[in-house]
């Protein structure tokens, strides 16, 4: 190994840091893009869409946050697997009881099971992870030094 080089432990650790970082600043991005759509956007099929979609790509980027090293796989599929599992909590009507004692639980557990939420969370799952691997990808090439293997996340 070079002098010029850090250890590979230290290179993991930095890109998982890095990774959290990225993360933690779209989950701040996509969370107040969420806040836009529920708040100020009219009450519109469009809208619902848009801020189911951003609901699981939210949960997606947090879980990046706390747990850098997973692969985009995993993260995407508990990130759609936790937002199907929030859906389907709304269907036993407890999401909506405790959403009128307490407004703000509506932005975390939602009021009413809607089928359509369902292929809305898996289709932004996907996206989300699709688009985690394929510029997590562009970046580990970028910054790899020469001849050195893989490391951190990848697809």
């Known amino acids: 190994m070079s002098p010029y080089f850090v250890s590979d432990a230290v ?13 933690a600043g779209a989950a701040a991005v996509v969370v107040a893009a969420g ?3 529920h708040l100020v956007l009219p009450s519109s099929d469009a809208a619902d ?10 949960v997606y ?6 747990f850098p090293r997973l692969r985009p796989l995993v993260v995407a599929l508990v990130a759609g697997g936790w937002s199907v599992a929030v859906e389907l909590f709304q269907a036993t ?4 009881d405790l959403a009128e004692r307490f407004r703000p639980v509506a932005l975390v557990l939602g ?7 369902l292929v809305v969370y ?3 799952a996907v996206v989300a992870g699709l688009t985690d691997a394929a510029t997590g990808r562009a970046l580990r090439r970028e ?6 293997p893989p490391q951190g996340r990848s697809a």
Do not use: H, K, Q, W
């Open 49 to 58: 869409i848009a801020g189911d979609a951003l609901y699981t790509v939210a």
């Open 11 to 23: 290179a993991s650790a930095v890109s998982a840091a890095a990774s959290s970082a990225v993360a």
């Open 93 to 96: 009507g407890v999401p909506a």
């Open 143 to 148: 910054t790899r030094r020469p001849g050195a």
């Open 111 to 117: 009021t009413g099971f809607d089928a359509r939420d």
């Open 35 to 37: 806040l836009v759509v």
């Open 61 to 66: 980027a947090g879980l990046v946050v706390g």
């Open 122 to 124: 898996a289709c932004a």
